[in-house]
C-alpha cells in the first residue's frame, strides 16, 4: 500500500513538485537566517575569540563586553598581578581612532594595544608577515577584513602609511582575526605604541589578560580576583557570553531575525498545507477505493504518513543543501568570513518541517478519512 500512496504522489508531478518547493524554501528560509543571526550575535564575542590564550579578563566594574568598556588606572595591572594564581598578567588596550589613508581617505577604525613584551593580545594567525614586525618603529599589524575595506582597489598594504592621530603608522602585517560585529577595520599594535596613538584621559587601562597557574581553576581565579581587587573578573567563556547577550539584549536583531523565521514556517504550512489539500481532493476516489476493497483507516493514515516523509524528506534535503551552498557561494565576502551552520539548526529545521508535514497532514487526511466507501459508486 506504500508503494501505491507513492505512485499516487508522484503521478501528478505539479503538486508533487510544488510540495517539494514549498519544504524547501521553508527550510532553506528557517535554516539560512538561523545561521545568520547565530553567527551574527557570537561576533559580540569576536575580541574574546582573538585572544585565546587569557583564561581571565579583568576590568573595570561597568564594562561590559571588548567594545564597551571603561579604562583603568595602571596600577590595576599590579594589583591583579599580586593576586595568588596568577601565573601572569599584561596589559590590554582598546579604543577607537581616525585614520587617513595615503589616499586621503578618513576611516574608523579600532586600535588594540598588545602587551610589548609578549605580544599577548595579538591573534594567534598571520595572513602574511609575523608578529616581529611590531618591534620595528610606528608598525601596526592590519586585520584582513580591514584590508578590504581600507584598500577596496586590491593592493598589498603591506608598507602602507598611515596617518593615525598626527602620528605615522606603517602597516607591516595582516592578522587573521574573527570579524567584529560592526566589521570595522582593527590596528593592532604595541601597547605603549597604541598610548601615543590614542591620547586620552588619565586612565588608558582598558582590561587585564590573566593566566592562571597549573594549580587553579579559571573560575577559581576570577573569584579571587573579584574578592581581593574589587574589579570585575570574568574567564574567557563568560566574557564571551556576556558579548553575546549584549548584542541580543540591546539591539532588534533577535526581533527581526524571529519574525523572518517566523514568516518562513507559515509560508510553508500555507503552500504545503494549499498543494497536500488539492492533491488529497482530487486522489478523494482513489481513496475512496481502497476503503470499498477494505482498507483500513489505519492503512489510510499510514499512506498518507508515507507520501509527506517522501516530501519532507526529499524539501528538507534540498533545503539544508541551499543553505551550505549560500554560505559558500557567499564565503569570500568579508561579512560572512567565519560563518558555519551549528549542527543544532539542521534539527531545528528538521523539528519545524516534521510540523509543518504534520499539521497540513492531519488536516488533508480529515476528508479522506471521512469519506464513504460508497460514494465512489454513486
Not at 250 to 257: A, E, S, V
Request: proline share 4%; hydrophobic share 45%.
Amino acid at each position: 500500500m506504500i508503494w501505491i500512496a507513492i505512485r499516487m504522489l508522484t503521478g501528478d508531478r505539479q503538486k508533487y513538485y510544488g510540495l517539494i518547493f514549498g519544504i524547501a524554501f521553508s527550510t532553506l528560509l528557517i535554516t539560512q537566517q538561523l545561521t545568520i543571526f547565530v553567527n551574527l550575535v557570537e561576533r559580540g564575542a569576536s575580541g574574546t575569540y582573538n585572544v585565546p590564550n587569557a583564561d581571565v579578563w579583568v576590568m573595570d566594574g561597568v564594562s561590559r563586553t571588548t567594545d564597551v568598556n571603561y579604562p583603568m588606572p595602571s596600577t590595576a595591572l599590579d594589583r591583579v598581578r599580586s593576586v595568588p594564581g596568577v601565573e601572569w598578567a599584561v596589559p590590554h588596550l582598546r579604543a577607537s581612532a581616525s585614520v587617513r589613508s595615503g589616499d586621503g581617505d578618513l576611516e574608523g577604525v579600532s586600535i588594540i594595544g598588545v602587551d610589548d613584551a609578549t605580544l599577548i593580545g595579538l591573534p594567534r594567525n598571520m595572513v602574511e608577515g609575523s608578529a616581529d614586525v611590531l618591534s620595528q618603529p610606528d608598525s601596526v599589524i592590519i586585520d584582513d577584513v580591514g584590508v578590504t575595506r581600507l584598500f577596496e582597489d586590491g593592493r598589498s598594504p603591506i608598507g602602507e602609511r598611515l596617518e593615525l592621530n598626527d602620528q605615522r603608522a606603517v602597516i607591516r602585517g595582516i592578522a587573521d582575526a574573527v570579524p567584529g560585529f560592526t566589521s570595522q577595520v582593527t590596528l593592532y599594535t604595541k601597547y605603549s605604541q597604541a598610548l601615543r596613538y590614542v591620547p586620552g584621559t588619565r586612565n588608558r587601562l582598558s582590561f587585564v589578560l590573566v593566566g592562571a597557574a597549573d594549580n587553579v581553576s579559571a573560575d577559581e581565579l576570577a573569584r579571587r580576583i573579584h574578592e581581593q581587587t574589587g574589579l570585575r573578573a570574568r574567564t574567557r567563556d563568560q566574557f564571551a557570553r556576556d558579548g553575546i547577550e549584549f548584542i541580543v539584549r540591546n539591539t532588534g536583531i533577535p526581533l527581526n531575525f524571529g519574525i523572518t523565521v517566523g514568516l518562513g514556517f507559515i509560508v510553508g504550512v500555507a503552500i504545503v498545507g494549499l498543494t497536500f489539500s488539492l492533491f488529497i481532493r482530487d486522489n478523494i476516489k482513489q481513496f475512496g477505493a481502497l476503503k470499498a476493497i477494505g482498507v483500513t483507516n489505519a492503512k489510510i493514515r499510514a499512506m498518507v504518513s508515507a507520501q509527506a516523509g517522501l516530501v519532507g524528506f526529499t524539501g528538507y534535503g534540498l533545503g539544508v543543501i541551499g543553505t551550505m551552498l549560500f554560505i559558500w557561494g557567499f564565503s569570500a565576502n568579508p561579512f560572512f568570513k567565519g560563518f558555519y551552520i551549528p549542527w543544532q539548526i539542521p534539527l531545528v529545521s528538521l523539528a519545524a518541517v516534521m510540523l509543518i508535514l504534520a499539521l497540513t497532514g492531519w488536516l488533508a487526511l480529515r476528508n479522506v478519512l471521512k469519506t464513504e466507501p460508497a460514494s465512489v459508486f454513486r
